[in-house]
């Protein structure tokens, strides 16, 4: 087995994301790598709490009161404005809800009935409450309690997850991976400790900080009402939305071009006015919508602050949206091109804006149930149970809508069942895959080979013969992949994968048809493809074979992997699902870890003008200067000394035209480096750290990399 000794200390990883430019105080924190450290920091209440392999595991069933509060001495009363953050993953299925505990009065609830006693005195947000279906914060007052606020959660078993709470003076808001569950103004005191709470469950914490904003409060209007990406039910709407604190007035931007809206054109701008709602499509005087709204449309709308007395007036909003339900059929269940589906499934939909009755046909050829005009089962639900299916077979499904006066014919989907080809990547109507994309998937039961078909119209991909221009050619059973060369940025793609087998009498089995949309960027490395194989050699594809790194040398302090597998990062990710980990010591040392390029060394194709690579340090982390260079000899080094301590993921883009003014041929990129310290220097004094990279792309021109 393959073994990387580490010089620098495990370092410690925060999870900052922070919404504006001022640098947050840090008031506690503890990413649990070292158990005797992290015993001083907290106060086991009750459970079976533990410290190990960097994470703080809570491994106790028994009692729904398993309580771990940040310890007194490390908490300050006079932090009343506040962001927690920490990494989770729930270990146990069911009723077992992450919770989060603050605002605690001393004494802390010893035991579940305790939580109601006449001297608890407690704020409670139930992550994940109600059999794993609900998001609730409660307050607990000397005996009696309250709900504060209620929202559909799920939080998968078994998986990490982001959780965020923001506490100030006069409320509170919770996050789930970026995603408000409650905002809420309740703030009966503003003291009290902070503490994490696993409902007879067992889970992992790990990251975990509080710190405060530095910020006086965001001015911006917030809680949109309807919900930002919601479906509305209905043709007319009424939009409300809760005041910035400053605001006087409100700018109200609304239309169905998100890039109008967001840029505040003026055939979006519907008034300034004091109220906080306002009804859309009732045909009202001034209505810009006196039709009602358009079912199948989405809807962009932005509330700007304002406050003439006020210098930094207005204070531009975040651009929202909501949707109207389409008149057709919609949200199929499986989803369309879905693979593995039970051979005993009932299909399921949701039903076009103002259904009656569902025309369901069903059938495995695309022509016949695209074409078909009689025949369809009818039905006044949104189920239909096709009976039983075949493995490894592709079935195409359609549902017409009927509203009492016209019919609204659907489109077809497809599902194929178990056994069958499956897996593909890029995902199934990805919108923003990489313009160097390798697609790839796995084989059918009974594969011998794959028939790869491949193009940018739908029809003639789906009716694609051996003879047509969207085939390909044959890949044989191993080789599960296709790298069709590189795409046009911003178009949808076609592609089908067709199981072979001369020895098999059902053989030929036709795939389902699959599609993507190119981004705007090329990949040079994503970490996704690493793998844990030793020794080196035949299917091993180990990080550090790739990024060469200083291990085993005097002057190169760089060290990229982890210690055992996996090498690559797995649960400190920027996307996808690995990151590239990596141990500096600039001492008398430089840093460096360098990847030879293979198949990306034009980066002048498709425009791209940019390098952007996503990094993420931690406080911990000695503050030393950090590079990237082409080629060996182009160098830029970051304009932040301080990059290396930044606890949450950052952006660092680089115009690859400064690389050019220092003589490197963008159509030639031979390797990229990045380092740490002065390149080439070993003679001044350094120190240490770890960082994580992750998502190394190329971009072309953009508003916002």
Do not use: C
Request: aromatic share 12%.
């Amino acid at each position: 087995m393959a073994f990387k000794k580490f010089g620098a200390p495990a370092a410690l990883i925060f999870v900052l994301l922070f919404s504006s430019s001022v640098e947050a105080e840090i008031y506690f924190s503890d990413n649990f790598e070292n158990p005797a450290e992290s015993a001083t920091k907290w106060e086991v209440i009750t459970g079976d709490w533990k410290v190990a392999d960097g994470v703080y595991h809570q491994l106790s069933t028994a009692t729904p009161w398993q309580v771990s509060m940040i310890a007194a001495d490390k908490w300050n009363d006079q932090w009343e404005e506040y962001t927690v953050e920490f990494m989770v993953k729930p270990l146990t299925p069911g009723d077992a809800p992450v919770n989060v505990l603050y605002r605690v009065q001393d004494p802390v609830p010893q035991t579940w009935a305790d939580r109601n006693a006449p001297n608890t005195h407690m704020y409670r947000w139930i992550v994940n409450g109600w059999t794993n279906t609900e998001s609730r914060p409660y307050i607990y007052d000397g005996g009696t309690s309250a709900m504060l606020a209620q929202t559909p959660n799920v939080l998968q078993v078994g998986t990490w997850h982001h959780i965020k709470l923001v506490v100030t003076k006069t409320g509170m808001a919770g996050y789930v991976n970026d995603v408000q569950m409650f905002d809420v103004q309740h703030a009966k005191w503003t003291n009290g400790r902070v503490g994490i709470h696993a409902y007879s469950g067992m889970m992992d914490f790990d990251d975990f900080v509080v710190y405060g904003s530095g910020e006086e409060g965001l001015q911006k209007a917030s809680r949109p009402d309807p919900a930002d990406g919601a479906l509305h039910p209905d043709t007319w709407v009424s939009l409300s939305w809760k005041a910035g604190p400053k605001a006087v007035s409100h700018d109200v931007y609304l239309g169905d071009n998100f890039d109008d809206v967001n840029n505040g054109a003026a055939s979006t701008f519907r008034g300034n006015q004091a109220l906080t709602s306002l009804l859309v499509g009732l045909g009202l005087p001034g209505d810009a919508y006196p039709g009602g709204l358009v079912p199948g449309t989405t809807y962009y709308w932005r509330i700007d602050e304002v406050n003439t007395a006020e210098p930094n007036s207005p204070w531009k909003g975040t651009t929202w949206s909501f949707s109207i339900p389409p008149r057709t059929a919609y949200n199929p269940r499986p989803a369309d091109g879905a693979g593995s589906v039970a051979i005993t499934t009932t299909l399921a939909w949701t039903g076009g804006h103002g259904s009656k009755l569902h025309t369901v046909h069903f059938g495995d050829k695309y022509d016949d149930v695209d074409n078909a005009t009689t025949g369809g089962v009818m039905s006044g639900t949104a189920t239909y149970n096709p009976g039983a299916l075949q493995r490894q077979k592709v079935y195409y499904w359609r549902v017409d809508e009927f509203d009492g006066t016209k019919t609204y014919k659907g489109q077809v989907w497809s599902f194929a069942t178990l056994g069958a080809v499956g897996s593909p990547s890029p995902a199934n109507v990805a919108p923003a895959a990489e313009m160097n994309a390798i697609l790839s998937w796995t084989k059918s039961d009974n594969a011998g080979s794959h028939q790869v078909y491949f193009g940018m119209e739908k029809d003639a991909v789906r009716k694609a013969t051996a003879a047509s221009p969207e085939y390909k050619g044959v890949k044989a059973l191993g080789a599960e992949s296709y790298d069709p060369g590189l795409l046009a940025w911003n178009n949808t793609y076609y592609w089908r994968i067709d199981e072979v087998n001369n020895t098999n009498a059902a053989s030929l089995w036709k795939g389902p048809l699959w599609s993507f949309t190119t981004g705007d960027y090329l990949l040079v490395d994503g970490f996704e493809s690493y793998n844990d194989i030793d020794p080196p050699g035949a299917g091993s594809n180990r990080i550090f074979d790739k990024w060469i790194d200083g291990f085993g040398t005097t002057t190169n302090g760089a060290v990229v992997g982890n210690n055992l597998p996996p090498y690559a990062e797995r649960t400190v990710i920027h996307g996808g699902a690995q990151s590239m980990p990596y141990a500096y010591d600039t001492n008398l040392k430089f840093s460096e870890a360098t990847l030879t390029l293979a198949s990306i060394r034009n980066w002048t194709a498709q425009g791209v003008t940019s390098l952007s690579l996503w990094l993420r340090g931690a406080p911990a982390n000695t503050a030393v200067r950090m590079y990237v260079a082409l080629n060996g000899t182009a160098v830029v080094y970051h304009d932040n000394q301080n990059a290396a301590k930044i606890g949450g993921w950052t952006q660092w883009v680089i115009p690859l035209q400064v690389f050019a003014d220092q003589g490197v041929n963008l159509a030639n990129v031979t390797s990229l480096t990045i380092g740490f310290g002065t390149k080439g220097t070993t003679t001044a004094s350094g120190g240490t750290g770890k960082m994580y990279f992750d998502d190394i792309r190329l971009y072309r021109p953009r508003i916002t990399p």
